[in-house]
């Protein structure tokens, strides 16, 4: 069993930048304390192109992308289209998780859109643009993300 986990985390804002980036940098704090390797760190606009040519360049390099921002129900946030055009194959499960879970404390989850999938060996995750969401969301992630990664590797002995 391949231990090494990579992965991408970006930020989907129009007005956030690396010092702001609150939600990020929780993010890649956590997955840090796990001992999963965060090798790259993007901050993109919600510009739906640019989401999913980033979301596409780094299915070549990271084992799970996570992103923050850009799941609600504004007028700019397209994180979950853009999403959508990258993926192969959905994983329902995780993302019903993730607003079940949360939206048990807190209500105004069940607006999340956020969408989860796997293209290539590579699995898709969106988070909200909060740090309590990133926290939340990544506390109900925790516990899979690694088996679920070695699936889409391959890895499907017991």
């Known amino acids: ?3 090494n986990i990579r992965a991408a985390v970006v930020t989907i804002s129009d007005t956030r930048n690396e010092v702001d980036d609150l939600s990020g940098g ?6 840090d304390n796990d001992g999963i390797s965060v090798i790259e760190r993007r901050i993109v606009s919600d510009d739906p192109e640019g989401i999913r040519d980033v979301l596409i360049e ?4 990271a084992d799970v992308i996570l992103t923050t ?3 609600g129900f504004g007028p700019r ?10 993926i192969e194959r959905e994983a329902l499960g995780i993302s019903e998780a993730l607003r079940r879970e949360t939206a048990a404390k807190h209500p105004m989850a069940m607006l999340s859109r956020g969408v989860s999938g796997i293209r290539g060996n590579t699995l898709i995750v969106n988070f909200p643009g909060s740090p309590r969401g990133v926290e939340e969301y990544y506390d109900v992630l925790r516990p899979v993300l690694r088996h679920a990664v070695e699936l889409i590797r391959g890895n499907t002995g017991h």
Not at 58 to 61: A, G, T
Not at 77 to 86: G, M, Q, W, Y
């Open 58 to 61: 780094l299915c070549e390099v």
């Open 69 to 71: 921002g850009g799941t």
């Open 77 to 86: 946030d397209n994180t979950p289209e853009a999403t959508k055009l990258v």
């Open 1 to 3: 069993m391949q231990d």
């Open 26 to 31: 929780r993010l890649v704090e956590m997955l």
